[in-house]
C-alpha cells in the first residue's frame, strides 16, 4: 500500500473525479509552485470507488480553489494547520467566475475589447446557469 504522509500545513483537495487530477493541476498552476504537491491518482475510495487527491503543502491564499468548484462542485477541500484539518468545505459552484469561461456572443464588447476581464455570475445554482455581467450571455454547464 502507498503511503504519503501528513501535511504540517497546507490544502488536501479531495474527492476528484478518478483521472482529473491534472486538470486542476493545470488550472491552478501548481507547477509554480514551490512547495511541495503530491498527486495520488485511482486511489480506493468506499463511496466513489475510484478517486484522485491532490495535497499541497506551504501557504495556498494565493490558489483560487473555490473556483474548481465549477468544474468539480462535489471535491472537499481540507485546510490543514499545525497538522490538524482546521476546516472542512465544499467549494460548489463560485458566485462569480472570472476569466474562467469565455462569453460566446460575438456582439459582447469582450470580442471587441479582448483586453476586458471575461466576467461571469451565476443566475441559477440549481440549473448550473452563469451569465455574462457586460451582455447577459447565459453560460450553462
Known sequence: ???ISGLENGVVIDHIPA???MEIYKYLK???VDDEVAIIKNAQSGKMGKKDIIKISGDTSSLDIDAVG???PDITVNVIKDGKIIEKKRPGLPKKLVNIIKCKNPR???S??????Q???LTD????VYRCQYCEEKYTK
Open 108 to 110: 459582447c464588447i469582450t
Open 70 to 72: 465549477f468544474f468539480y
Open 1 to 3: 500500500m502507498l503511503n
Open 125 to 128: 445554482a440549481e440549473h448550473a
Open 30 to 32: 501548481l507547477k509554480n
Open 119 to 121: 466576467i461571469f455570475e
Open 19 to 21: 483521472g482529473v487530477s
Open 112 to 117: 471587441i475589447e479582448q483586453e476586458l476581464p
